[in-house]
């Protein structure tokens, strides 16, 4: 279920508050291999099943960059802030990549809201989310987003 702000303002009231997890998506070769070739990285832990087999992780893995990228497909799930006239992904502040996506595991996204201020009009919000692998106790990436909320 998404959390839902009505106002960005809401949030500057909820730091520290879980805001819930998306839906697990499994990470296919097919997967892997499109963002292979929209990034140009084609290295043989991502994309050489037969070469992967023998390799580190008895598989192939999803890149890192593809886990992170996730992230933009889970955030909507989770969270929902209304009220705005736009919303503004500022960036990063950490980024850790603490286990490796197999091919065909599933992943979700975790999220909770760390920090909220106002900065220049608009609510600056840090959600950490953590990339979850189903069955798993490590988790495949943990990043700390930076979004701006600019009320209408």
């Known amino acids: 279920m998404t959390t839902v702000f009505e106002q960005p303002a809401q ?28 990034t140009g990285d084609h290295q043989w832990i991502h994309v050489d099943p037969e070469r992967a087999a023998d390799g580190p992780f008895g598989a192939t893995i999803a890149h890192g960059y ?26 990063c502040a950490k980024v850790r990549f603490p286990s490796p996506v197999k091919v065909n ?3 979700r996204g975790s999220a909770e809201l760390i920090e909220a201020q106002e900065i220049n009009g608009c609510i600056q919000a840090t959600v950490r989310v953590t990339v979850e692998i189903k069955d798993s106790d490590r988790p495949a990436c943990v990043v700390d987003t930076i979004s701006r909320y600019y009320p209408e």
């Open 105 to 107: 595991s599933q992943v």
């Open 11 to 38: 949030l500057l009231d909820a730091v520290g508050r879980h805001l819930g997890h998306s839906d697990w998506l499994e990470i296919d070769q097919a997967r892997i291999n499109l963002f292979a070739d929209a």
């Open 66 to 91: 593809l886990t992170l990228s996730l992230v933009n497909q889970f955030l909507p799930e989770i969270v929902e802030v209304r009220g705005i006239s736009m919303g503004v992904n500022y960036g």
